[in-house]
């Protein structure tokens, strides 16, 4: 398939939508404990996508194949979300949750140069070294705690590892599984471990009307709406143009923060959002030129590090 450049408002949609995650998700955890929100989440989310590969009558995976969808969504969505929506319960301000998980494109490039054997460049290794710096800068306030390192540190960064993980995952296992298949068996499959610990931690619904709004919101702007935007990016236009547009979404993020929360990013979250912008540059920059090298290693162009995995990542 010949990739097409992206034009600015195809760019401008996936951004915002992207980005819009985060506040709606702080949004949510507000008005209900994580717990609820996720299993609202999934339950639903699963739902309209599996409707959705139903009426477009896409092949479900089978056997081995879904027990490594399965692993995805255990990874991607469960391990990422759970620790994510803990964050924000502790205190996590949505803009700092999008500075680190921002860093997934380059998580993934490392993820895959580890398990994969794909080669990092010294652009990337430069991006690396700028991503542990923004996320190091952007938790300063929260590295050293009372009782030693805040678990919101602690929840991000395992957030940030699941999201990566599963996505180099996917890449390996799944990559020829339809999205709207996959990502309905990994909300279905992420159910589970929300649900158990749902049983297992309070569950509570503190503002029925906000919680309501915020769970549309966040099912239909970010599973329904921001899937499609972001999937049709990427198969359109290619995983590194997609990449280069979280050099923007923690920013927009963060203006969509402060305008829906009254959220004021500290200066560390600054040196972050600079930082982390460079990063993403940086490792976008090296994907698009190594797939110019190289435009032939696959010809699906599907099983590279530097696609961008799972559009339901934000909020």
């Keep these: 398939m010949q990739l097409t450049r992206m034009p600015l408002r195809t760019a401008s949609a996936v951004t915002f939508f992207y980005a819009l995650g985060y506040p709606i998700g702080n949004l949510a955890v507000g008005a209900m404990t994580p717990m609820a929100v996720l299993v609202f989440r999934f339950s639903l989310a699963g739902l309209l996508l599996g409707a959705w590969a139903a009426i477009s009558r896409v092949p479900w995976p089978r056997g081995r194949k879904l027990a490594h969808v399965a692993v995805t969504g255990l990874l991607m969505q469960a391990v990422q979300f759970c620790c994510l929506y803990l964050a924000v319960q502790r205190g996590a301000p ?29 652009a990337r290794i430069l991006a690396l070294g700028l991503g542990v710096a923004a996320v190091l800068a952007a938790c300063a306030s929260r590295l050293v705690h009372e009782h030693g390192v805040d678990p919101v540190f602690v929840l991000l960064l395992v957030a940030l590892l699941g999201l990566a993980a599963g996505g180099v995952y996917q890449q390996r296992f799944c990559a020829d599984v339809d999205f709207r298949a996959s990502v309905a068996v990994q909300n279905t499959v992420a159910l589970i471990p929300a649900a158990v610990l749902a049983t297992l931690t309070p569950f509570a619904i503190h503002d029925h009307l906000k919680a309501g709004l915020a769970v549309a919101a966040v099912v239909l702007l970010n599973a329904g709406v921001g899937v499609s935007l972001y999937v049709r990016a990427i198969n359109r236009h290619g995983a590194a143009a997609v990449a280069m547009l979280f050099c923007l979404i923690p920013a927009v993020a963060g203006v969509l923060s402060w305008l829906m929360l009254g959220e004021h990013p500290d200066i560390g979250i600054g040196v972050g959002l600079v930082l982390g912008a460079f990063a993403c540059w940086l490792n976008a920059r090296a994907s698009r030129q190594k797939r110019q090298d190289d435009p032939g290693r696959d010809g699906r162009g599907q099983n590279r590090v530097e696609t961008v995995h799972d559009p339901a990542v934000a909020g």
């Design 94 to 122: 949505a803009v700092l949750c999008a500075v680190v998980i921002a860093m997934n494109p380059v998580a993934t490039a490392v993820l895959g140069a580890l398990f994969l054997r794909e080669r990092l460049g010294p």
